[in-house]
């Protein structure tokens, strides 16, 4: 059965930081990020392909988050930096089981889900 465990989520101020992280039971082909704002529809913030490493981001973290993944502990890591109020949602670990090359932007290419982690930013 697929597990996915999100951590790392939480209060900060402006300008702070924050490390999310999510472990998967198994190894992915793919693994991404992505947020819900209050009100808004689920976003694409990144995705790391697990073979070889190759990352995809939004346009809108690009210079302050960054993903990286442990391959031994099946995990996948958002470092978030400068964060801002308007980066205050839920965000979702998701992972692609399915081992064929696709764009990972778009939340139908993945097929498992976290439970969602709040990330609270106060200005």
């Known amino acids: 059965q697929v597990q996915l465990v999100e951590s790392g989520g939480g209060l900060v101020q402006a300008g702070g930081s924050l490390r999310l992280s999510c472990a998967a039971s198994?190894?992915?082909?793919?693994m991404g990020w992505f947020r819900q704002r209050p009100g808004k529809e689920r976003e694409f913030v990144a995705a790391?392909?697990?073979?070889?490493?190759?990352?995809y981001y939004a346009e809108f973290p690009k210079g302050r988050f960054t993903i990286d993944r442990d391959g031994a502990k099946n995990t996948v890591y958002l470092q978030m930096n400068s964060l801002t109020p308007e980066d205050t949602a839920v965000y979702y670990c998701?992972?692609?089981?399915?081992?064929?090359?696709?764009?990972?932007?778009?939340?139908?290419?993945?097929?498992?889900w976290g439970q969602g982690t709040q990330v609270t930013v106060s200005s």
């Open positions: 998701a992972v692609r089981t399915i081992p064929i090359w696709t764009i990972l932007t778009r939340a139908g290419e993945f097929d498992y």
């Open positions: 198994f190894s992915p082909y793919a």
């Open positions: 790391i392909r697990w073979s070889g490493g190759s990352t």
